[in-house]
Each structure stands twice: as structure tokens, then as C-alpha cells.
Nanobody, 126 residues
Framework: QVQLVESGGGLVQAGGSLRLSCLGS????????MGWFRQGRGREREFVAG?????????KHADSVKGRFTISRDNIKNTVYLQMNSLKAEDTAVYYC??????????????????WGQGTQVTVSS
């Protein structure tokens, strides 16, 4: 139902910044809670940040990225963003955009999201 396409990943030096974008189609993302997850090599997919579909959109950020990463959404563009600053080598992972038609809260596990993008690679060199 919902198609999600991530972009903006790439190679960056430690301390640098990237902004990931998640473009939705097929459905209006304003009706969905949105999340960003990441999966490093040999690791489980972990929650990074999420944003509600309520007016104003409350957010959650994992402790590991709080203060460095910021999730936001632009309903006119049907796009969700992840601004990543002060990147560290341990941030290296495939980053996935996710969506679920479940308002009222921001799930913090992968099981809370029904739709997923293909992922975009972020590599941070030290």
C-alpha cells in the first residue's frame, strides 16, 4: 500500500553531517507514524527515531543518537527526514524508513511498523 524510498546516504567523515530523506507514495504519509531504523553488519535492526502523525508530530530518538539526529516530516512533500550531525563511526549502517497506520504513539521496535523502504547505506569514516 505504502511505498517508501530512502535517499541521502553515502560516505562521510566522522564529525560530518548527512540528511536522509524518505519519499512516500501510494498513501499519504500524514496518516502514518514514521520511523527510522538502522542495521549494522551482523547486528539487529534497531530503532533510531520516530515521529507521530498527530498535529505537530511528537518525536522519539534513541539514546545513542539523541542530540545528534533529528527526525522531521513535510506532509506537503510526503517526505520524512533524518538530519544526522556529529556522525560517528558507530553510526555506520543501512538506514531504513518505516511507516505504520497506527496513530497515538511512536513504536520503538521494528514490529511496530508495517511498511519499509529498501534502505540507504551510511558509512562514517574515522
Amino acid at each position: 500500500q505504502v511505498q517508501l524510498v530512502e535517499s541521502g546516504g553515502g560516505l562521510v567523515q566522522a564529525g560530518g553531517s548527512l540528511r536522509l530523506s524518505c519519499l512516500g507514495s501510494g498513501r499519504n504519509l500524514s496518516d502514518h507514524v514514521m520511523g527510522w531504523f538502522r542495521q549494522g553488519r551482523g547486528r539487529e535492526r534497531e530503532f533510531v527515531a520516530g515521529i507521530n502523525n498527530r498535529n505537530g508530530g511528537n518525536t522519539k530518538h534513541a539514546d545513542s543518537v539523541k542530540g545528534r539526529f533529528t527526525i522531521s516530516r513535510d506532509n506537503i512533500k510526503n517526505t520524512v527526514y533524518l538530519q544526522m550531525n556529529s556522525l560517528k563511526a558507530e553510526d555506520t549502517a543501512v538506514y531504513y524508513c518505516a511507516a505504520n497506520a497506527d496513530w497515538g504513539h511512536v513504536p520503538i521496535t521494528k514490529y511496530g511498523y508495517a511498511y519499509w523502504g529498501q534502505g540507504t547505506q551510511v558509512t562514517v569514516s574515522s
